[in-house]
């Protein structure tokens, strides 16, 4: 076992590194498209770039382009890749996290990290005598995993999770979680937990324990495969490169897009090296093993649909609403969708007044073709015909994913990932807690996706081709600004999602 001394140099270091990061990233300006790119961008199986992640499902650009590179930040993550490996950040043999959740915290977000940012806050959902996975499903980084069992009943199904390779000493994180109504009729109660353990009941001795391997699965499956292998792997990166290859500088449509697409190939560069490498965090969070993690990213891949990340297309698919049940983040997350949808149409209605004027637009057809084939499964069945409409709600659909899906999936679960206790990262057989490094790590990986990034409430009418698209930019500006006023009115909930929060892009 190594001493408290090596691990609290160990530690520090890390720490120092994180605070560092977390300082030195500023918000990157989006700048007008370049009157030419510097050629196309190419895909190439994610193997080819990081020669030490063996995945070659996935496709990533094989150079990030000139106008996005930052050669020292590449250097930088290089430097820290290669540090993981000869002074890592976890310790074999290290003793167990502190009982007390405060105290882990304490010990793990010292004074100058909360310097930085604020340290978490329990929402109300794990703060009882129990998680409330009922009040999980409905509000917060979880909405959006319900799908219909049947008999008037909803389901958490991550069975998926099942067939890739865990670690020999945490349980599997194959598991299905059913919901029938509750008591009031609006809401939704966990009736059966179906994991390694059995079919187990509220009832059942071993419900605790089912629970947390659920919740496990949950934010295993929220962290790793929806965030960072759909929105960032797959549709933010597919959609990035499809706009640069078949869209001019001078385009409108790129116009409409680029502030949500500038940076994306060099924030995956980036994220890939401290996330996915055999060093990074998720090979040494989670409970799968190097094996199952590449695994995981691979298989799932092939099934992820752009229509999973739709929230007009989740809401009808789900029943929730048809069937009466109150979910806070329907709309929430539908209020946002909707000031989307209202600036792609009105923007989109500036440049082709008819569906006509777009039809004869070959390169909005290219565009479309080109995405349609570099992400899994293709377009929804609606995108057909093209229309001003459909195309208005793809690119709501697309806006959505890189700003809201990145959001709830990544930095909102900053108040949730942290309480371990009943929320963990690695369910141990024996009933331990995870060692220091695990949660060490946990912790600063979280505070980083927490860095500044470019606004979504900032003023992007410079990037439009002229006066009519710039005051359709400042006009969504002003409507963003309208709902953030009206919801400043009531106090902050930890599961809601507010316009100052988002981001205009998923990048650093």
């Given at each position: 076992m190594p001493s408290s001394l090596q691990w609290v140099i160990r530690r520090s270091f890390w720490d120092a590194l994180t605070v560092l990061k977390y300082r030195g990233n500023k918000p990157v300006h989006i700048p007008v498209p370049p009157a030419a790119f510097d050629g196309p961008v190419e895909s190439v199986p994610l193997r080819v770039v990081f020669p030490t992640i063996p995945i070659d499902a996935i496709p990533c650009a094989k150079k990030v382009p000139a106008d996005e590179a930052s050669p020292f930040k590449r250097r930088f993550y290089g430097l820290q890749a290669w540090l993981a490996k000869v002074f890592a950040p976890h310790l074999p043999g290290l003793p167990e996290v502190d009982p007390e959740p405060?105290?882990?915290?304490?010990?793990?977000?010292?004074?100058?990290?909360?310097?930085?940012?604020?340290?978490?806050?329990?929402?109300?959902?794990?703060?009882?005598?129990?998680?409330?996975?009922?009040?999980?499903?409905?509000?917060?980084?979880?909405?959006?995993?319900?799908?219909?069992?049947?008999?008037?009943?909803?389901?958490?199904?991550?069975?998926?999770?099942?067939?890739?390779?865990?670690?020999?000493?945490?349980?599997?994180?194959?598991?299905?979680?059913?919901?029938?109504?509750?008591?009031?009729?609006?809401?939704?109660?966990?009736?059966?937990?179906?994991?390694?353990?059995?079919?187990?009941?509220?009832?059942?001795?071993?419900?605790?324990?089912?629970?947390?391997?659920?919740?496990?699965?949950?934010?295993?499956?929220?962290?790793?495969?929806?965030?960072?292998?759909?929105?960032?792997?797959?549709?933010?990166?597919?959609?990035?490169?499809?706009?640069?290859?078949?869209?001019?500088?001078?385009?409108?449509?790129?116009?409409?897009?680029?502030?949500?697409?500038?940076?994306?190939?060099?924030?995956?560069?980036?994220?890939?090296?401290?996330?996915?490498?055999?060093?990074?965090?998720?090979?040494?969070?989670?409970?799968?093993?190097?094996?199952?993690?590449?695994?995981?990213?691979?298989?799932?891949?092939?099934?992820?649909?752009?229509?999973?990340?739709?929230?007009?297309?989740?809401?009808?698919?789900?029943?929730?609403?048809?069937?009466?049940?109150?979910?806070?983040?329907?709309?929430?997350?539908?209020?946002?969708?909707?000031?989307?949808?209202?600036?792609?149409?009105?923007y989109l209605g500036l440049y082709y007044p008819t569906d006509a004027d777009l039809a004869a637009d070959a390169a909005v057809a290219q565009w479309l073709d080109a995405f349609a084939k570099a992400i899994p499964n293709g377009l929804p069945a609606w995108t057909k015909p093209l229309t001003v409409a459909s195309l208005a709600r793809l690119v709501a659909v697309l806006i959505y994913v890189v700003v809201v899906e990145h959001e709830i999936r990544g930095t909102l679960l900053w108040n949730y990932q942290l309480w371990t206790h009943v929320h963990p990262v690695r369910v141990y057989r024996d009933g331990r807690r995870e060692p220091l490094d695990v949660y060490q790590r946990l912790v600063n990986s979280t505070m980083i996706l927490n860095v500044e990034r470019a606004s979504l409430l900032e003023d992007y009418s410079y990037l439009a081709l002229d006066e009519r698209g710039a005051a359709a930019f400042r006009t969504f500006l002003a409507r963003l600004e309208a709902l953030q006023r009206e919801l400043d009115d009531d106090p902050r909930q930890l599961w809601k999602l507010y316009p100052d929060m988002l981001n205009a892009n998923m990048n650093a």
């Amino acid at each position: 076992m190594p001493s408290s001394l090596q691990w609290v140099i160990r530690r520090s270091f890390w720490d120092a590194l994180t605070v560092l990061k977390y300082r030195g990233n500023k918000p990157v300006h989006i700048p007008v498209p370049p009157a030419a790119f510097d050629g196309p961008v190419e895909s190439v199986p994610l193997r080819v770039v990081f020669p030490t992640i063996p995945i070659d499902a996935i496709p990533c650009a094989k150079k990030v382009p000139a106008d996005e590179a930052s050669p020292f930040k590449r250097r930088f993550y290089g430097l820290q890749a290669w540090l993981a490996k000869v002074f890592a950040p976890h310790l074999p043999g290290l003793p167990e996290v502190d009982p007390e959740p405060a105290t882990r915290l304490a010990a793990a977000y010292r004074a100058p990290k909360r310097a930085l940012f604020p340290a978490p806050l329990v929402p109300p959902e794990l703060a009882g005598a129990e998680p409330d996975l009922g009040a999980l499903a409905l509000a917060g980084p979880y909405y959006g995993y319900l799908t219909p069992a049947g008999d008037g009943r909803w389901q958490w199904d991550l069975r998926e999770l099942g067939d890739f390779e865990h670690r020999p000493d945490v349980y599997n994180l194959g598991s299905r979680v059913v919901f029938e109504r509750d008591a009031a009729g609006t809401g939704l109660t966990p009736v059966l937990i179906e994991c390694e353990l059995g079919a187990i009941v509220p009832s059942d001795p071993h419900w605790p324990t089912a629970r947390a391997i659920a919740l496990c699965a949950l934010t295993t499956h929220c962290g790793l495969i929806r965030h960072f292998n759909g929105v960032h792997l797959t549709f933010g990166s597919a959609l990035a490169i499809a706009a640069r290859n078949t869209l001019p500088a001078d385009h409108p449509l790129l116009r409409l897009l680029w502030p949500h697409i500038y940076g994306t190939q060099y924030s995956n560069e980036m994220a890939t090296l401290s996330q996915l490498d055999p060093g990074g965090d998720f090979a040494q969070m989670y409970g799968f093993t190097l094996r199952g993690l590449y695994d995981a990213f691979e298989r799932t891949y092939a099934n992820l649909r752009l229509s999973d990340y739709d929230p007009v297309a989740y809401l009808e698919s789900s029943g929730l609403q048809a069937a009466g049940i109150a979910s806070p983040s329907a709309s929430d997350f539908g209020a946002m969708y909707a000031l989307f949808e209202a600036h792609a149409r009105e923007y989109l209605g500036l440049y082709y007044p008819t569906d006509a004027d777009l039809a004869a637009d070959a390169a909005v057809a290219q565009w479309l073709d080109a995405f349609a084939k570099a992400i899994p499964n293709g377009l929804p069945a609606w995108t057909k015909p093209l229309t001003v409409a459909s195309l208005a709600r793809l690119v709501a659909v697309l806006i959505y994913v890189v700003v809201v899906e990145h959001e709830i999936r990544g930095t909102l679960l900053w108040n949730y990932q942290l309480w371990t206790h009943v929320h963990p990262v690695r369910v141990y057989r024996d009933g331990r807690r995870e060692p220091l490094d695990v949660y060490q790590r946990l912790v600063n990986s979280t505070m980083i996706l927490n860095v500044e990034r470019a606004s979504l409430l900032e003023d992007y009418s410079y990037l439009a081709l002229d006066e009519r698209g710039a005051a359709a930019f400042r006009t969504f500006l002003a409507r963003l600004e309208a709902l953030q006023r009206e919801l400043d009115d009531d106090p902050r909930q930890l599961w809601k999602l507010y316009p100052d929060m988002l981001n205009a892009n998923m990048n650093a």
